[in-house]
């Protein structure tokens, strides 16, 4: 009933918007990382949405402006929110122009706002997506100019109002970006080390692994504490959204900050004060913990993770079931091959020798380098950090005579999924 309720105090604020996008009902597509598409689903299914359909790069499901906020406040693994406006046909540029100048943007952006246009082309009719920002930031300003005898300012930064085209073929479908940044950058990254593992990536990561209700979580080789930080919003069913002040939707004509305040505050009550388990978080670099400490505390998530400074081989593994992850350097873009291989062959002994009966997700971009950890996987998954290939490698690590640690019997579901039906967020 949750999402009911918010989604009514959302659509009935002000009757002067009837039949603003914040009441109609339009496809709804969430973009993704390669490869995270099917946690992406979960994530909206679990959530109370339908998925009507899932791409490599992204889900789509169908829902208002209003669900579109809530997409942006719940969701972990995605990256921005895409509200379509239409989706017409056009061969050349000229009929893409007119597409886009047909629409009423006066019905949805004030013409005092700030325009940014984004687009992802592919057509025979245009080869740069630059061309077709311009087109399409042409036909959005003539048409504003024309109808209300002003131009928006516009540019680059996601600080506004903000449009995306998709033209494919001689199809072009019209989206407002009710995320402008993406979801991505929660905004607590205020410190950061080299080669930092974006947040909806971790989160994906964490996904896959399968850690379940119960499971302590052990992060060595932290960084800047993205897994850790990730796992404890998890852990604390905090929305991630809840972490930034700004979003594309807010700049859309409709939006109200009374029901933004008022699902916000939903939102939060959901969270839960205590994680009910430890999530540890270990680097050799001080800095490194330091960086980490630092975001933790712009997450709110400071009190919630244990830090040390210390080798990996030194980090705490706490009594009860743990899943350990590690995302160790690649020898790409950091690091000495050589001396990778030996990092790579102790990060093995100390899984066999002080984390038995428990799990461990490694996530590296080198399959070379893995195969000196030595142990057999129980799943290989690929995902993409940036350009690299990389593998999540998870292993069932044995007690000590060979046997293996019962499964937990939620280990499909991450942890903030598991939720009685009374918080679970219903579909209209």
């Known amino acids: 009933m949750a999402r009911i309720i918010k989604a009514a105090k959302c659509l009935s604020y002000d009757p002067d918007f009837a039949m603003s996008l914040f009441e109609t009902k339009s496809n709804i597509l969430i973009t993704c990382g390669r490869g995270i598409s099917p946690y992406l689903a979960m994530e909206l299914k679990k959530t109370g949405f339908t998925v009507t359909s899932e791409h490599p790069y992204g889900v789509e499901t169908e829902g208002t402006m209003c669900d579109a906020m809530t997409l942006n406040l719940a969701v972990r693994t995605g990256q921005r929110v895409l509200y379509r406006i239409t989706s017409q046909k056009a061969r050349t540029p000229k009929e893409f122009y007119h597409v886009l100048r047909d629409l009423p943007w006066e019905e949805y952006i004030d013409p005092n706002e700030y325009l940014t246009v984004t687009s992802v082309v592919d057509t025979q009719s245009i080869r740069d997506s630059r061309f077709a920002n311009l087109k399409a930031k042409d036909a959005i300003v003539d048409r504003l100019f024309a109808e209300m005898g002003r131009r928006p300012d516009s540019g680059p930064e996601r600080r506004g109002a903000t449009v995306h085209c998709y033209w494919k073929g001689d199809r072009c479908d019209i989206y407002i970006d009710t995320s402008g940044e993406p979801l991505s950058k929660r905004g607590y990254r205020v410190a950061s080390v080299e080669a930092p593992l974006q947040e909806s990536l971790a989160t994906a990561l964490i996904m896959a692994s399968g850690w379940s209700d119960g499971e302590h979580f052990v992060n060595p080789m932290c960084g800047s504490g993205t897994f850790a930080i990730e796992a404890a919003l998890m852990a604390l069913d905090r929305a991630p959204g809840l972490l930034r002040n700004s979003f594309g939707f807010m700049h859309i004509k409709g939006f109200r900050k009374s029901a933004w305040k008022s699902m916000r505050n939903s939102w939060n009550r959901r969270s839960k004060i205590s994680a009910g388990i430890r999530i540890i978080a270990t680097d050799i670099d001080e800095t490194?913990?330091?960086?980490?400490?630092?975001?933790?505390?712009?997450?709110?998530?400071?009190?919630?993770?244990?830090?040390?400074?210390?080798?990996?081989?030194?980090?705490?593994?706490?009594?009860?079931?743990?899943?350990?992850?590690?995302?160790?350097?690649?020898?790409?873009?950091?690091?000495?091959?050589?001396?990778?291989?030996?990092?790579?062959r102790r990060m093995g002994d100390f899984l066999k020798q002080r984390c038995a009966g428990n799990r461990a997700a490694i996530f590296t971009g080198n399959l070379h380098l893995a195969k000196n950890i030595g142990l057999k996987t129980s799943r290989r998954l690929t995902f993409y950090n940036g350009g690299i290939e990389c593998r999540l490698l998870c292993y069932d690590l044995y007690e000590g005579g060979g046997k293996k640690r019962p499964p937990s019997a939620n280990r499909e579901v991450p942890s903030s999924f598991h939720r009685s039906s009374e918080d679970k967020v219903n579909r209209e």
């Open 288 to 344: 490194a913990v330091a960086a980490a400490r630092e975001n933790a505390e712009a997450a709110g998530m400071e009190s919630f993770i244990e830090f040390a400074v210390a080798p990996f081989q030194e980090t705490t593994i706490p009594v009860g079931r743990c899943l350990i992850m590690i995302n160790p350097e690649y020898g790409k873009r950091l690091g000495n091959q050589h001396e990778l291989e030996e990092v790579y």
